[in-house]
Protein backbone atom coordinates (compact mmCIF):
# COMPACT_ATOMS: atom_id res chain seq x y z
CA UNK A 1 0.00 0.00 0.00
CA UNK A 2 1.20 3.57 -0.98
CA UNK A 3 1.50 6.05 1.12
CA UNK A 4 -0.84 9.02 0.66
CA UNK A 5 -0.11 12.31 -1.06
CA UNK A 6 -0.77 14.99 1.00
CA UNK A 7 2.09 17.41 0.78
CA UNK A 8 3.15 19.81 -1.94
CA UNK A 9 6.17 22.13 -3.29
CA UNK A 10 5.67 25.50 -5.21
CA UNK A 11 8.73 26.46 -5.94
CA UNK A 12 8.41 30.50 -6.51
CA UNK A 13 11.39 32.22 -5.93
CA UNK A 14 12.23 32.99 -9.53
CA UNK A 15 12.70 36.34 -10.71
CA UNK A 16 10.32 36.77 -13.21
CA UNK A 17 13.13 38.51 -15.25
CA UNK A 18 10.61 37.70 -19.28
CA UNK A 19 7.73 40.12 -17.57
CA UNK A 20 10.12 42.90 -16.59
CA UNK A 21 9.17 45.76 -15.34
CA UNK A 22 6.09 44.33 -14.08
CA UNK A 23 7.91 41.92 -11.86
CA UNK A 24 9.87 44.76 -10.68
CA UNK A 25 7.40 44.94 -7.89
CA UNK A 26 5.08 41.96 -8.01
CA UNK A 27 6.31 38.30 -8.12
CA UNK A 28 5.63 37.02 -11.88
CA UNK A 29 3.04 33.91 -9.92
CA UNK A 30 0.97 36.85 -8.84
CA UNK A 31 0.46 37.93 -12.31
CA UNK A 32 -3.49 37.21 -13.35
CA UNK A 33 -4.86 35.22 -15.81
CA UNK A 34 -8.73 37.26 -16.25
CA UNK A 35 -8.93 36.91 -12.43
CA UNK A 36 -6.70 34.81 -10.32
CA UNK A 37 -3.19 34.66 -10.23
CA UNK A 38 -1.06 32.12 -11.70
CA UNK A 39 -0.10 30.81 -7.66
CA UNK A 40 -3.98 30.20 -7.09
CA UNK A 41 -4.07 27.87 -10.08
CA UNK A 42 -2.07 25.68 -8.81
CA UNK A 43 -2.87 25.90 -5.53
CA UNK A 44 -6.32 25.32 -7.03
CA UNK A 45 -5.48 21.87 -8.61
CA UNK A 46 -3.24 20.56 -5.71
CA UNK A 47 -6.28 21.14 -3.76
CA UNK A 48 -8.32 19.21 -6.12
CA UNK A 49 -5.75 16.10 -5.49
CA UNK A 50 -6.07 16.13 -2.26
CA UNK A 51 -3.07 18.30 -1.10
CA UNK A 52 -3.51 19.44 2.57
CA UNK A 53 0.03 20.95 3.01
CA UNK A 54 1.87 23.71 1.11
CA UNK A 55 4.99 24.70 0.98
CA UNK A 56 6.29 27.85 -0.84
CA UNK A 57 10.24 28.30 -1.69
CA UNK A 58 10.10 31.60 -1.82
CA UNK A 59 13.13 34.39 -2.40
CA UNK A 60 13.25 38.54 -0.83
CA UNK A 61 10.44 40.55 -2.17
CA UNK A 62 7.88 37.67 -2.18
CA UNK A 63 5.87 38.07 0.74
CA UNK A 64 3.27 39.33 -1.00
CA UNK A 65 3.30 35.25 -2.57
CA UNK A 66 2.31 34.37 1.65
CA UNK A 67 -0.26 37.57 2.28
CA UNK A 68 -2.07 36.12 -0.75
CA UNK A 69 -3.40 33.46 1.02
CA UNK A 70 -3.70 34.89 4.47
CA UNK A 71 -7.25 35.97 6.07
CA UNK A 72 -7.64 39.87 4.61
CA UNK A 73 -10.26 40.90 7.67
CA UNK A 74 -10.52 44.47 6.65
CA UNK A 75 -11.69 44.05 3.40
CA UNK A 76 -14.07 41.48 4.37
CA UNK A 77 -15.72 43.40 6.88
CA UNK A 78 -15.80 46.14 3.95
CA UNK A 79 -17.64 43.51 1.66
CA UNK A 80 -20.16 42.54 4.22
CA UNK A 81 -21.12 45.89 5.18
CA UNK A 82 -22.00 46.67 1.48
CA UNK A 83 -23.44 43.05 0.46
CA UNK A 84 -20.80 42.21 -1.76
CA UNK A 85 -21.20 38.14 -1.24
CA UNK A 86 -20.05 37.21 -4.72
CA UNK A 87 -16.47 39.52 -3.81
CA UNK A 88 -16.16 37.38 -0.62
CA UNK A 89 -16.55 34.26 -2.34
CA UNK A 90 -14.18 34.52 -4.35
CA UNK A 91 -11.81 35.81 -1.65
CA UNK A 92 -12.69 32.45 0.14
CA UNK A 93 -11.06 30.60 -2.31
CA UNK A 94 -7.68 32.09 -1.81
CA UNK A 95 -7.51 31.52 1.99
CA UNK A 96 -5.23 28.72 3.19
CA UNK A 97 -6.35 26.82 6.53
CA UNK A 98 -4.06 27.87 9.73
CA UNK A 99 -1.20 25.75 9.95
CA UNK A 100 -1.27 24.23 6.98
CA UNK A 101 1.24 27.00 4.23
CA UNK A 102 5.03 27.00 5.40
CA UNK A 103 7.30 29.08 3.42
CA UNK A 104 11.20 28.68 3.39
CA UNK A 105 13.34 30.95 1.91
CA UNK A 106 15.96 29.75 -1.02
CA UNK A 107 18.49 32.36 -0.81
CA UNK A 108 20.48 31.97 -3.38
CA UNK A 109 19.69 31.22 -6.96
CA UNK A 110 20.91 27.58 -7.67
CA UNK A 111 18.30 26.20 -9.54
CA UNK A 112 14.99 23.90 -9.24
CA UNK A 113 16.62 20.71 -7.56
CA UNK A 114 17.80 23.39 -4.78
CA UNK A 115 14.74 24.99 -4.60
CA UNK A 116 13.04 21.43 -3.58
CA UNK A 117 16.39 20.70 -1.34
CA UNK A 118 15.81 24.36 0.53
CA UNK A 119 11.71 22.40 1.57
CA UNK A 120 13.82 18.96 3.45
CA UNK A 121 12.33 19.93 6.74
CA UNK A 122 8.58 20.35 5.08
CA UNK A 123 8.69 17.09 3.05
CA UNK A 124 10.48 14.60 5.65
CA UNK A 125 10.20 11.26 4.70
CA UNK A 126 6.68 11.72 2.81
CA UNK A 127 6.09 11.60 -1.07
CA UNK A 128 5.22 14.67 -2.22
CA UNK A 129 3.98 16.59 -5.36
CA UNK A 130 5.67 19.51 -6.80
CA UNK A 131 3.71 22.35 -9.04
CA UNK A 132 5.53 25.19 -11.02
CA UNK A 133 2.99 27.65 -11.64
CA UNK A 134 4.45 28.93 -14.42
CA UNK A 135 2.65 25.83 -16.29
CA UNK A 136 -0.69 26.11 -16.35
CA UNK A 137 -2.97 22.49 -17.14
CA UNK A 138 -6.02 23.21 -17.68
CA UNK A 139 -8.49 20.37 -18.60
CA UNK A 140 -11.35 18.19 -17.19
CA UNK A 141 -10.11 16.89 -14.52
CA UNK A 142 -6.95 18.74 -12.86
CA UNK A 143 -2.97 17.39 -14.40
CA UNK A 144 -2.26 16.41 -10.26
CA UNK A 145 -5.28 14.43 -9.77
CA UNK A 146 -4.07 12.33 -12.93
CA UNK A 147 -0.54 12.16 -11.39
CA UNK A 148 -2.40 10.56 -8.38
CA UNK A 149 -4.36 8.27 -10.40
CA UNK A 150 -0.84 6.60 -11.15
CA UNK A 151 1.29 7.22 -8.19
CA UNK A 152 -1.93 5.09 -6.23
CA UNK A 153 -1.70 2.55 -8.46
CA UNK A 154 2.31 1.97 -8.76
CA UNK A 155 4.27 3.85 -6.08
CA UNK A 156 7.12 5.37 -6.49
CA UNK A 157 7.51 8.41 -8.73
CA UNK A 158 5.32 10.06 -11.39
CA UNK A 159 5.71 13.14 -13.78
CA UNK A 160 3.71 14.55 -16.00
CA UNK A 161 4.66 14.19 -19.96
CA UNK A 162 4.45 16.33 -22.98
CA UNK A 163 5.42 15.78 -26.74
CA UNK A 164 7.59 18.26 -28.11
CA UNK A 165 9.12 19.23 -31.20
CA UNK A 166 12.41 17.25 -31.53
CA UNK A 167 14.60 20.47 -32.43
CA UNK A 168 13.36 21.76 -29.53
CA UNK A 169 14.75 19.04 -26.56
CA UNK A 170 17.36 21.53 -25.59
CA UNK A 171 14.99 23.74 -23.50
CA UNK A 172 13.35 20.46 -21.28
CA UNK A 173 14.19 17.51 -19.72
CA UNK A 174 13.99 14.69 -21.82
CA UNK A 175 13.31 11.10 -21.34
CA UNK A 176 14.38 8.11 -22.20
CA UNK A 177 11.28 5.49 -22.28
CA UNK A 178 11.03 2.08 -21.94
CA UNK A 179 7.49 0.28 -22.04
CA UNK A 180 4.70 2.93 -23.48
CA UNK A 181 0.71 1.44 -23.79
CA UNK A 182 0.30 5.21 -25.31
CA UNK A 183 -0.62 6.94 -22.23
CA UNK A 184 1.78 5.66 -19.31
CA UNK A 185 5.43 5.20 -19.75
CA UNK A 186 8.22 3.60 -18.11
CA UNK A 187 10.96 6.05 -17.52
CA UNK A 188 14.22 4.18 -18.22
CA UNK A 189 16.75 7.30 -17.68
CA UNK A 190 16.16 11.02 -17.36
CA UNK A 191 18.19 13.53 -19.18
CA UNK A 192 18.33 17.45 -18.58
CA UNK A 193 17.65 19.74 -22.08
CA UNK A 194 19.82 17.60 -24.57
CA UNK A 195 21.27 18.39 -27.89
CA UNK A 196 18.42 17.36 -30.38
CA UNK A 197 20.68 15.10 -32.13
CA UNK A 198 21.35 13.13 -27.97
CA UNK A 199 18.13 13.23 -26.94
CA UNK A 200 16.74 9.76 -26.46
CA UNK A 201 12.68 10.54 -27.02
CA UNK A 202 10.84 13.95 -27.59
CA UNK A 203 9.03 13.32 -24.12
CA UNK A 204 9.60 16.38 -21.92
CA UNK A 205 8.96 16.72 -18.03
CA UNK A 206 6.20 20.03 -17.64
CA UNK A 207 5.94 21.44 -14.38
CA UNK A 208 4.00 18.47 -12.47
CA UNK A 209 5.50 15.66 -10.59
CA UNK A 210 5.16 13.07 -7.64
CA UNK A 211 8.35 12.87 -5.90
CA UNK A 212 9.09 10.07 -2.90
CA UNK A 213 11.32 11.55 -0.45
CA UNK A 214 14.70 9.45 -1.37
CA UNK A 215 15.40 12.56 -3.89
CA UNK A 216 16.55 14.27 -1.11
CA UNK A 217 19.94 11.95 -0.61
CA UNK A 218 21.49 13.16 -4.21
CA UNK A 219 19.98 16.12 -3.87
CA UNK A 220 21.61 17.00 -0.48
CA UNK A 221 25.25 17.13 -2.44
CA UNK A 222 24.43 20.16 -4.16
CA UNK A 223 25.62 19.15 -7.13
CA UNK A 224 25.76 21.45 -10.31
CA UNK A 225 24.58 20.15 -14.04
CA UNK A 226 23.65 21.98 -17.02
CA UNK A 227 23.74 25.88 -16.90
CA UNK A 228 25.48 25.37 -13.37
CA UNK A 229 22.68 25.05 -11.09
CA UNK A 230 21.45 21.96 -8.96
CA UNK A 231 18.83 20.11 -11.31
CA UNK A 232 16.23 18.27 -10.16
CA UNK A 233 16.35 15.97 -13.07
CA UNK A 234 19.78 14.59 -12.07
CA UNK A 235 18.46 13.74 -8.66
CA UNK A 236 15.65 11.80 -10.18
CA UNK A 237 17.69 9.97 -12.35
CA UNK A 238 19.22 8.14 -9.61
CA UNK A 239 15.84 6.99 -8.54
CA UNK A 240 15.40 5.35 -11.74
CA UNK A 241 15.87 1.25 -11.59
CA UNK A 242 15.20 1.58 -7.16
CA UNK A 243 11.86 2.86 -7.62
CA UNK A 244 8.73 2.75 -9.92
CA UNK A 245 9.33 5.99 -12.24
CA UNK A 246 6.50 6.85 -14.28
CA UNK A 247 5.37 9.34 -16.98
CA UNK A 248 1.90 10.17 -17.91
CA UNK A 249 1.10 11.94 -21.10
CA UNK A 250 -2.07 13.94 -19.27
CA UNK A 251 -5.44 14.80 -20.53
CA UNK A 252 -5.45 18.55 -21.04
CA UNK A 253 -3.88 21.54 -22.53
CA UNK A 254 -0.97 23.42 -21.01
CA UNK A 255 -0.31 26.81 -21.28
CA UNK A 256 3.38 28.17 -20.59
CA UNK A 257 2.97 30.73 -18.58
CA UNK A 258 6.73 31.96 -17.89
CA UNK A 259 6.88 33.54 -21.33
CA UNK A 260 4.74 36.46 -23.07
CA UNK A 261 2.81 34.49 -25.58
CA UNK A 262 2.21 31.55 -23.53
CA UNK A 263 0.91 34.05 -20.89
CA UNK A 264 -1.51 35.43 -23.36
CA UNK A 265 -2.73 32.28 -24.73
CA UNK A 266 -3.83 31.47 -21.49
CA UNK A 267 -5.32 34.70 -20.95
CA UNK A 268 -7.66 34.48 -23.94
CA UNK A 269 -8.32 30.56 -23.71
CA UNK A 270 -9.58 31.06 -20.34
CA UNK A 271 -11.47 34.03 -21.00
CA UNK A 272 -13.20 32.57 -23.84
CA UNK A 273 -14.55 29.71 -21.44
CA UNK A 274 -15.45 32.02 -19.21
CA UNK A 275 -19.81 32.41 -18.93
CA UNK A 276 -19.59 35.71 -17.73
CA UNK A 277 -16.71 37.03 -20.55
CA UNK A 278 -16.70 34.50 -22.75
CA UNK A 279 -19.32 36.16 -25.68
CA UNK A 280 -18.20 39.17 -25.19
CA UNK A 281 -14.35 39.05 -25.27
CA UNK A 282 -15.36 36.72 -28.48
CA UNK A 283 -17.32 40.09 -30.11
CA UNK A 284 -13.59 41.98 -28.87
CA UNK A 285 -11.56 39.84 -30.18
CA UNK A 286 -13.02 39.89 -33.83
CA UNK A 287 -11.98 43.48 -33.69
CA UNK A 288 -8.36 42.98 -33.99
CA UNK A 289 -7.89 39.35 -35.74
Known amino acids: MVKPLRKAVLPVAGMGTRFLPATKAMPKEMLPVVDRPLIQYAIDEAREAGIEEFCLVTARGKDNLIDYFDVAYELEETLRRRGKQSALKALAD ?14 KPLGLGHAIWCARDFIGNDPFAILLP ?11 SQLVDVYNRTGGNVVAVDEVPPAQTDRYGILDVGADNGREVEVKGLVEKPRPEDAPSNLSVIGRYILTADVLEPLSHLKKGVGGEVQLTDAMAELIGRQPFHGLRYEGVRYDCGNKLGFLEAQVALALERPDLGGDFKAILKKYV
Do not use: H
Open 94 to 107: SEIEAGCMVAVRQQ
Open 134 to 144: DDLVKGERGCL
